[in-house]
């Protein structure tokens, strides 16, 4: 079984703190996302790397920022919390599943269990 | 950019009774869909999934999606819902970029 494993289930934080959400997948897995998750908004994409040191914006970028250091490891980063951060942040990683030969194929995602932010 | 809208945010349904569930999206070109499902205190998990080929595809526990690319739409149904089908879905439509836009979610609510 593919495992993405988020390393907090719940954080209670202070606004403007600095905070850590980090996330392992143990399946040599490429592609690595943060999403975050509100009520009746859905999943919205933070950001999402393809490769070591790579990292790409999502639709919601600001306030965020990520590392990617190591294949396995992507880290999402909340240089200032503020409390519009409060919020379910979900972890992905994904591989390709199709033939690119003909173009055919996506990333199916596999998610971890979520961390619970809360800023007060 | 693309966008996916889901027409119902609250299903209540009684056990036995047939569901649908409604996924449009906005992207004129090729695209690849999704409907993922979040059971009471679980993770996201893949419903279903479709590439190319047939537009009617099957996944876990029964469920069904059909494509119809005339009418940007892939929704999900099942003949005869289950009270452990209570959850939530998401549909979402990764366009080959490799990354996946969500719709807003529907949470399924089936009464024994």
């Known amino acids: 079984d593919v495992k993405v494993t988020q390393s907090s289930r719940y954080l209670v934080k202070r606004t403007g703190e600095k905070v850590f959400l980090e996330c392992v997948q143990d399946?040599?897995?490429?592609?690595m996302f943060w999403y975050r998750q509100d009520p009746g908004l859905g999943l919205r994409l933070i950001y999402f790397?393809?490769?070591?040191?790579?990292?790409e914006k999502g639709d919601i970028p600001e306030g965020y920022s990520v590392s990617r250091e190591k294949k396995e490891r992507f880290s999402l980063i909340l240089e200032s919390a503020s409390t519009n951060q409060t919020s379910m942040y979900l972890c992905?990683?994904?591989?390709?599943?199709?033939?690119?030969?003909?173009?055919?194929?996506?990333?199916?995602?596999?998610f971890g269990a979520g961390s619970r932010l809360t800023v007060l | 950019a693309q966008s996916v809208s889901q027409h119902n945010h609250h299903v209540i349904l009684s056990e036995a009774a047939s569901l649908e569930l409604g996924c449009n999206y906005s992207y004129g070109g090729t695209v690849n869909l999704f409907w993922y499902v979040q059971y009471p205190g679980q993770h996201l998990q893949l419903l279903l999934k479709?590439?190319?080929?047939?537009?009617l595809v099957k996944g876990i526990k029964g469920f069904e999606a059909e494509f119809i690319k005339s009418k940007f739409s892939f929704n999900l149904r099942k003949p005869s819902v289950q009270w452990s089908d209570t959850a939530e879905y998401f549909c979402a439509v990764d366009t080959n970029a490799g990354k996946s836009t969500f719709g807003d979610g529907t949470t399924l609510t089936v009464k024994p």
């Open positions: 992905a990683s994904s591989f390709f599943q199709g033939d690119r030969k003909v173009s055919s194929g996506a990333n199916v995602l596999t």
């Open positions: 479709y590439f190319s080929g047939d537009p």
């Open positions: 399946m040599d897995h490429e592609n």
């Open positions: 790397s393809y490769d070591v040191k790579m990292k």
